[in-house]
């Protein structure tokens, strides 16, 4: 902690103990003990670390356990914009994703989805929807509509890996994607398939990937949870 420093010591803290969440030297399950314990240890005021606490505790990487103290429950997912599916992403940072499968379906493309896979209105196409998880967590709620023959999978490999990684076994080169990142309140069904509350902040992801040949062939619309997923930007000076 750095005491001549302008920036409060809980704020101090608390980025680094988010760090090392998110750097993973602090697991999900790691017990930090109770307030006065890390008071002591950290030659802290109480008051301090408890600000520090409540500040992880609203961002979701801690939980007030009582009889146990603070505990770790998991790192926040901030994901960079790109070419990427959310299952490589959280398998790439150790999250241990899984999904369930809620939907495997044809029907007829409505005009939103018609217009971004390049199709006429009421053209068959698949409709998939699965939630996804991470450290037995809901994160995401993934709703993705495909030409109708351009995949041959079934609920379970689905439920093994993500769409991407299926789509590029088939031969496929994912060439670029136009992406929307927007916000709105859970409703009631959503909430409790995220395990939030209704009306909580959920993040929305509107995305239509293309081929190589400029082919639409995919176009997802998802839902994710504020309180646990952030994407993550990287702004260049114009020249």
Excluded: W
């Excluded at 030297?25 to 802290?44: D, K, M, Q, S, V």
């Excluded at 971004?116 to 450290?135: K, M, N, P, S, Y």
Aim: with cysteine.
């Amino acid at each position: 902690m750095d005491r001549a420093s302008p920036v409060p010591l809980y704020f101090q803290l608390a980025q680094q103990l988010q760090a090392a969440i998110e750097n993973g030297a602090l697991t999900p399950g790691t017990l930090l003990g109770n307030e006065i314990e890390l008071a002591t240890r950290l030659g802290l005021s109480r008051p301090t670390v408890r600000q520090a606490i409540r500040t992880l505790v609203d961002k979701g990487l801690l939980v007030r356990r009582r009889g146990v103290g603070t505990q770790v429950v998991h790192s926040g997912v901030r994901r960079p914009l790109e070419l990427s599916s959310l299952y490589d992403d959280l398998e790439a940072s150790g999250q241990q994703p899984a999904t369930r499968v809620l939907a495997d379906r044809l029907e007829a493309a409505s005009a939103e989805v018609a217009a971004a896979l390049g199709v006429a209105e009421g053209t068959e196409v698949r409709c998939l929807e699965r939630l996804r998880t991470a450290h037995g967590e809901p994160l995401a709620h993934l709703r993705n509509h495909l030409p109708a023959t351009l995949l041959d999978a079934d609920a379970a490999r689905l439920a093994e890996t993500g769409l991407y990684r299926l789509l590029r076994a088939t031969g496929l080169t994912l060439h670029s994607a136009r992406q929307t990142v927007g916000a709105r309140a859970a409703g009631p069904a959503e909430a409790e398939l995220l395990g939030e509350r209704p009306g909580a902040p959920l993040l929305t992801m509107e995305r239509t990937t293309f081929d190589a040949t400029g082919r639409a062939v995919e176009f997802g619309s998802h839902l994710y949870r504020a309180s646990r997923y952030s994407f993550e930007f990287q702004l260049l000076a114009r020249g």
